[in-house]
């Protein structure tokens, strides 16, 4: 046989290989999950502060109204005011404060919060925390559960979510690739956003279903995941993720 041709013959391709073969690869591609960030307000903790309530507040209604008509994925309230002159934002951060403050004396954690950061916790995965709202809430949330996450960001840390800036500082620190990290939060226009401009994973938490609405199809970033509760997070996180630390 010419020696071409014999070197040829043992290009043989394999078989194809066996479904439960191509299972196991397939699972063997599985992204690496090196971490979860989280959201604060209404993720890790029951919504508390009523948010409309309080744009009603800062805003006046009919202001209220017109920029919630702008804004279909829901108003960004600290950025709205960062135009506005120094008396009527400071004003402005008063009556936020006061709602905030309303929120931390009624602080709940949310049901499966507790056992995911357990979990993640057993598997040596990272856990981070990025908030809007201030660091006495952080440290109050920290010292009332007795969960640590670290870092945790809050809105001392500029620029804020919806900004991935946040989101990038927590890999940096955590020395590991957006790719690796899953944000999950509750809101569309910020955890969401932040997460998918980061190029992370995100995971929106939808309690209630309200992002399933018409006026939310249309937002420019949409969750790789959606959770209508913590305690199904523990699941999707195994069956969709190699987690490594
Ligand atoms: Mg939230």
Redesign the pocket.
């Known amino acids: 046989m010419p020696p071409l041709l014999s070197k040829l013959l043992t290009f043989i391709p394999p078989p194809k290989m066996p479904s439960s073969t191509t299972i196991s690869a397939a699972s063997a591609t599985k992204p690496r999950l090196r971490g979860v960030v989280f959201?604060?307000?209404?993720?890790l903790t029951v919504p508390v502060i009523d948010f409309a309530a309080m744009y009603r507040e800062v805003l006046g209604e009919d202001e209220y109204i017109e920029v919630k008509k702008k804004n279909a994925s829901g108003i960004d309230i600290l950025h709205h005011i960062e135009s506005w002159s120094s008396d009527k934002q400071k004003k402005a951060y008063e009556v936020i404060a006061e709602f905030e403050k309303k929120g931390m004396d009624n602080l709940k954690i949310m049901p499966g919060a507790l056992d995911l950061y357990g979990y993640l916790e057993s598997r040596n995965i990272r856990r981070g925390l990025i908030t809007r709202n201030v660091k006495a809430a952080v440290d109050l949330f920290h010292q009332r559960f007795g969960m640590t996450f670290c870092p945790a960001l809050s809105r001392e840390y500029r620029p804020y979510k919806p900004d991935p800036a946040p989101l990038l500082h927590i890999c940096s620190v955590w020395q590991v690739q957006p790719n690796e990290v899953m944000m999950i939060?509750?809101?569309l226009k910020?955890?969401v956003a932040c997460g998918k401009r980061a190029g992370a994973f995100a995971c929106l938490l939808d309690e209630t279903g309200r992002y399933s609405s018409p006026e939310y199809s249309t937002v420019e970033h949409k969750p790789d995941y959606e959770v209508t509760s913590l305690a199904e997070v523990h699941k999707l996180l195994e069956a969709n993720f190699d987690l490594t630390p």
């Open positions: 959201d604060m307000d209404g993720t939060g509750d809101s910020d955890d």
